[in-house]
T-cell receptor
Framework: DSGVTQTPKHLITATGQRVTLRCSPR?????VYWYQQSLDQGLQFLIQ???????AKGNILERFSAQQFPDLHSELNLSSLELGDSALYFC??????????????FGPGTRLLVL | GENVEQHPSTLSVQEGDSAVIKCTYS??????FPWYKQELGKGPQLIID?????GEKKDQRIAVTLNKTAKHFSLHITETQPEDSAVYFC????????????FGKGTKLTVNP
């Protein structure tokens, strides 16, 4: 158990809908990362938040957005869903960014199926 | 941007044999190279990592080597066991304002009893 929690574990929805994925980082971790894992693209970095502020963006679609709240939990919002958005979505957390790269601890993921 | 190539995509070994997975990266500024193990239905779990100021690191049956000149790093698992069967991912990152990881495509390792 990494200490990172994600809810829900599974999500089934229809095209055009909007969903929210939730992540609670490990106690004391300030950084939250979101990754998408699909069969053809592997693990792709979406976005990083550090202590409530966006720190880096990766291959995140405009239909997707995220935020990190004062209690450091994070939510990933996916809207106007398409079939191709079906994937595993992982949240990871680390202590920081600081001078040295910190270990990222991954949650168990949310499996999204868009029908 | 950073690109990480990982080989092989699948690897099958007999229990007790060694397994080697290789990765190359494109950005010479990369300075952190973790390896993750992902079991079915679970999130990736860090098994070992290496930083650019070190050439080799070992933890029991697992070792990682880094060749900065050639921009490649490898995972070595000795005395493999059936519970080592999983998908292994290499990743690279550099500390340049973001700590995002760029992952390889993964290697499915099967250890046959």
């Amino acid at each position: 158990d990494s200490g990172v929690t994600q809810t829900p574990k599974h999500l089934i929805t229809a095209t055009g809908q909007r969903v929210t994925l939730r992540c609670s980082p490990r106690s004391g971790d300030l950084s939250v990362y979101w990754y998408q894992q699909s069969l053809d693209q592997g693990l792709q970095f979406l976005i990083q938040y550090y202590n409530g502020e966006e720190r880096a963006k990766g291959n995140i679609l405009e239909r997707f957005s995220a935020q990190q709240f004062p209690d450091l939990h994070s939510e990933l919002n996916l809207s106007s869903l398409e079939l191709g958005d079906s994937a595993l979505y992982f949240c990871a957390s680390s202590v920081v960014g600081g001078r040295a790269q910190e270990t990222q601890y991954f949650g168990p993921g949310t499996r999204l199926l868009v029908l | 941007g950073e690109n990480v190539e990982q080989h092989p995509s699948t690897l099958s070994v007999q229990e007790g044999d060694s397994a080697v997975i290789k990765c190359t990266y494109s950005d010479s500024a990369s300075n952190y190279f973790p390896w993750y193990k992902q079991e079915l239905g679970k999130g990736p779990q860090l098994i070992i990592d290496i930083r650019s100021n070190v050439g080799e690191k070992k933890d029991q049956r697992i070792a990682v080597t880094l060749n900065k000149t050639a921009k490649h790093f490898s995972l070595h698992i000795t005395e493999t066991q059936p519970e080592d069967s999983a998908v292994y991912f290499c990743a690279a990152s550099y500390q340049g304002g973001s700590e995002k990881l760029v992952f390889g495509k993964g290697t499915k390792l099967t250890v046959n009893p």
